[in-house]
């Protein structure tokens, strides 16, 4: 009879729990949520799972609902996965859900309060994306720098030829050169320079990043774990948080001094015009807050585009009749006297539908970055109390079959004629106030990248190519891509004819 009690009680103790939950959430209209939820943990345990998050909400979404809450440790979070209520959480709402959480990973790399990702709704955020938009992101700026995006992509097309042509049986791998081909971009339309050193640097921080983050965000649901050793995840991520600052904190001095010797140089750079204001107002443009605005912005840029476009030729090695469409296209108009330019993506529309279609199966932030309610609010008709996470499910959205004819497949021509996001279902770089602003400068260097590569070889796939995502807030495929490559005949001309 004992044994009975021992089993019976915390079973009827939960259900309990449970009932009193329920008639809360349907007194105070709160959202649908799962059932059961268990005291401390709340959903947490649904997550137990080695699906990628995106995925795990998804299946809830399906179960429960467009509209879910959760109760995830002691937050409380919603989770929107259908694209008419996340056009009314950024439009009627916007302002309500402009603010980020206080989490531990943007406190541990210093981003809460100086950063663009991660700072509070108001001045000091509007101040920063005014000079990210206006001295780098802008179509403006974009368009100028234009001659860096086609110089790194000529290096790139040598970097291939020279491997094809050392190791002609052998395959290369994808993600880490795409990711130094990005990042050379993004530093040199920063800084003015190359820094061939701070890719391996920004590689090495970005899987460690990778590895400690989702330990990390365990203490921001479950607040007692750092009894359990939680801390030494914060130990791993400031030791490079300090690795990070170290080599920026080196760029900024190096071009402190460039900016004294000469103030006369015709065409800034995003840190010279920064170092100006820093001279007019040294409290407010510190060196921390420049420091982690360039960081942001180079690692930002660097993973999620690196990671699209290894994602996009993915697709197109397994579906060689897309690759070689766009091959052809391409030499239609550009022919074999010249490589491809930034002056020819606006003619090239099937290159543009790749990406989207890309980004559509793939968005670079498949729950966006979270939001949090500053205020109580209505969603969906329900009730959204102060504090609430908002997670919004853009890959649900964009994966959804009910929204997209087989919507599983790679279908790039599903992209003739779209109209963007006046037809709500396709929004990978976010919605409103805090949507990513560096949507152009993506499109753009994925869409000469692609071009590129395209256009100087043929391309083999190895065996089958394995579609498997990673887990994290960026998701990348968990085995990367390899192919073997063989330049094309007439890419020793166009290297040539480069060089002159």
Not at 125 to 151: C, G, P, T, Y
Not at 164 to 185: G, R, Y
Not at 228 to 239: A, I
Request: hydrophobic share 40%.
């Amino acid at each position: 009879m004992d044994n009975l009690y021992f089993y019976v009680l915390p079973i009827l103790f939960l259900f309990l729990y449970n009932v009193r939950l329920y008639f809360l959430h349907r007194i105070q209209n709160l959202p649908p949520a799962p059932f059961p939820s268990l005291p401390f943990l709340g959903h947490l345990y649904l997550f137990i799972t080695r699906k990628p998050l995106h995925r795990a909400f998804s299946k809830l979404s399906k179960r429960y609902g467009p509209v879910v809450f959760l109760q995830l440790g002691s937050r409380r979070a919603l989770i929107v996965s259908s694209p008419v209520i996340a056009q009314e959480c950024f439009t009627k709402n916007d302002i309500i859900f402009a603010n980020r959480p206080n989490l531990l990973n943007g406190k541990v790399f210093g981003y809460n309060y100086t950063s663009l990702a991660w700072s509070p709704y108001g001045d000091h955020w509007r101040n920063l994306r005014r000079i990210s938009s206006l001295h780098l992101l802008s179509s403006h700026k974009v368009k100028m720098n234009s001659n860096i995006q086609a110089d790194e992509a000529r290096i790139l097309i040598r970097k291939f030829v020279r491997f094809a042509n050392d190791n002609p049986n052998k395959a290369v791998e994808f993600k880490w050169i795409l990711f130094e081909f990005m990042f050379n971009v993004i530093t040199r339309m920063i800084t003015g320079k190359n820094y061939k050193l701070g890719a391996e640097i920004f590689r090495e921080i970005t899987s460690e990043i990778s590895r400690v983050t989702m330990e990390a965000n365990v203490e921001d649901f479950l607040p007692f774990m750092k009894w359990f050793g939680f801390k030494n995840t914060e130990k791993k991520m400031k030791l490079i948080q300090m690795k990070r600052d170290k080599f920026m904190q080196n760029i900024i001095e190096e071009h402190r001094s460039i900016v004294l010797e000469d103030d006369n140089v015709k065409e800034k750079s995003t840190l010279q015009i920064l170092l100006d204001l820093q001279r007019e107002e040294p409290e407010y443009y510190s060196d921390e807050t420049i420091r982690n605005l360039l960081l942001v912005l180079v690692h930002g840029a660097t993973h999620t585009t690196s990671v699209t476009m290894e994602w996009a030729f993915s697709h197109l090695l397994d579906n060689p009749y897309i690759l070689r469409r766009a091959q052809d296209d391409i030499d239609t108009l550009v022919g074999k006297e010249r490589l491809i330019d930034e002056s020819d993506i606006a003619e090239l529309p099937y290159l543009r539908c790749i990406v989207n279609e890309t980004l559509r199966l793939h968005p670079p932030l498949p729950l966006l970055l979270p939001h949090v309610s500053s205020g109580e609010c209505t969603v969906g008709g329900f009730r959204v109390p102060l504090g609430t996470l908002l997670f919004v499910n853009v890959w649900a959205v964009q994966n959804d079959d009910e929204k997209w004819v087989d919507a599983e497949k790679f279908k790039p021509e599903r992209f003739e004629g779209f109209r963007g996001k006046d037809e709500l279902k396709f929004f990978p770089f976010g919605w409103g106030r805090r949507a990513c602003p560096g949507e152009n400068l993506a499109m753009r260097v994925v869409e000469l990248a692609l071009g590129s590569l395209i256009q100087c070889f043929e391309w083999e796939k190895i065996g089958k190519i394995d579609m498997s995502e990673d887990k994290g807030i960026v998701t990348s495929k968990i085995h990367s891509l390899i192919a073997k490559c063989n330049p094309r005949p007439s890419v020793y001309n166009l290297i040539n004819f480069v060089n002159k």
